[in-house]
């Protein structure tokens, strides 16, 4: 089960944080990724850390901006945003999965609720 945190309204070049806490599995086995989806559109993939959080991928959008950081320790997985843009305002859902592609959304296996970010200009 996963459940995730942080979301909220911020004004456009402001921070958040979310957070995504693991239960009823082994957290350490889990690719976990951060994926995000507007009314209309498609999820889209937003980054994803490897299962011992030494290699992380980012979407384009996102890169320098974003920054994925896991705690095996406490179960969570964490995305820390800066400069946010209000093209960044989505739902944002964290994922897990055991292996495979770290971009596909079909590749994950386990979801969690979602966290609406909204960024105002």
């Excluded at 309204?9 to 350490?28: D, E, N, P, Y």
């Excluded at 964290?94 to 966290?115: K, L």
Aim: aromatic share 14%.
């Amino acid at each position: 089960q996963l459940q995730a945190c942080g979301g909220g309204l911020v004004q456009a070049g402001g921070s958040l944080r979310l957070s995504c806490a693991a239960s009823g599995g082994t957290f350490s086995r889990y690719i976990m990724g951060w994926f995000r989806q507007v009314p209309g559109k498609e999820r889209e993939f937003v980054a994803a850390i490897s299962w011992s959080g030494v290699s992380a991928y980012y979407a384009d959008s996102v890169k320098g901006r974003f920054t994925i950081s896991r705690d095996n320790a406490k179960n969570t997985v964490y995305l820390q945003m800066i400069s946010l843009k209000p093209d960044d305002t989505a739902v944002y859902y964290c994922a897990a999965h055991t292996g495979g592609s770290y971009y596909s959304v079909s590749e994950y296996d386990y979801w969690g609720q979602g966290t609406l970010v909204t960024v105002s200009s």
